[in-house]
């Protein structure tokens, strides 16, 4: 009997040891999926520093499980070629888990490459509705999808009298989903689309955009793409005498857009994921990134910080860095308090509310719009 004792305690211990494998040493490696070249590289840098916070919050505290939290940035330039290229950097350097991931074109490619190493992803900017149907099972978004982006912009529309509504894309991942969902909304809604047009990014001349949409006479304009390039579009459509409504999509909400648009942008509308500034429960994150990085907080700043909060919550609760049991535990999350708002999570590993608010552009700043 003692030898069946001994043998079952021998095999309990080698259980406890393989199953809290990544705790036997004395870091835990996250990886950080951001843009940090290329025209997205500002919202690249500010998820990266929220997450960056935050890692030096808890490991302030005493880290996880008394283990200290170290971070790898892998660059995804929002293109789908360097984000896989990324990705399998991130893979190899053996990390527990990642949190980032801003355009969902780019981050596509990924999850396979994430998926196929059972490493979970808590994506905290891109909200394509592909992301969703191309999830193997360990991708879980804190912001909330494009279908919910387009219900709040068809609701603006109604609310403005819009009987006949443009929409301009990109053709990545991201934009085209947002277009063809407002498509799909707009119409069920009652809303004429009087053109669905695509933009090649990067593309400087908008003159023939503008002619055509204008002989469509829209009520409305919606560039559902990013704002390097939808403020040239604002830009020449006001020059050119389209002075109806123009919005734009949560992949422009910086004020970036209205440097480049200047007069052009105000009374433009943002459909926008929760920012810091209209987020009591985020004041105090927001001083201490300032504190931190001697810049205002972005767009971002608050789903990456929470991003990064819940996944540690999620490793504790685990029990363990295995990267299934954190999977495991990420599906059971109830109700995380984050600075952006609770978070739940449906069947498919997507946000369970809309977070969606309407922005509008006065001066050189987003106000909420009342």
Known sequence: MRKVFSVCLILAGLFMVMSNAAFATDELKIGIMVPTTGSEATYGKDMENAILLAVSEINAKGGIAGKTIVTVTADDACDPQQAAAAASKLVSENVNAVVGGYCSGATLPTLKIYGDAGIPIVLTAANSTKLVSANPGNTFLVNSTGDDQAITAVNLFKQKGVKKLAVIHQGDGYSEDLAKLTEKKGKEAGIEIVAMEVVNKGEQDHSALVTRLKSKSPDAVF??????????????????????????????????????????????????????????SAKAFGENYKKKFNQEPGPYSALSYDGMNLLADAIKRAGSADKAAIVKALKATKDFNGIAGPIVFTPENKLARSNFVVLVAKGANWELNK
């Open 223 to 280: 560039w559902t793409a990013y704002y390097a390039d939808g403020a040239l579009v604002i830009k020449q459509l006001r020059q050119n005498g389209y002075m109806k409504l123009i919005a734009v999509g949560d992949g422009s909400n910086s004020p970036k857009l209205m440097e480049i648009a200047g007069k052009a942008a105000e009374g433009v509308f943002c459909f926008s994921n929760p920012t810091v500034e209209y987020l009591p």
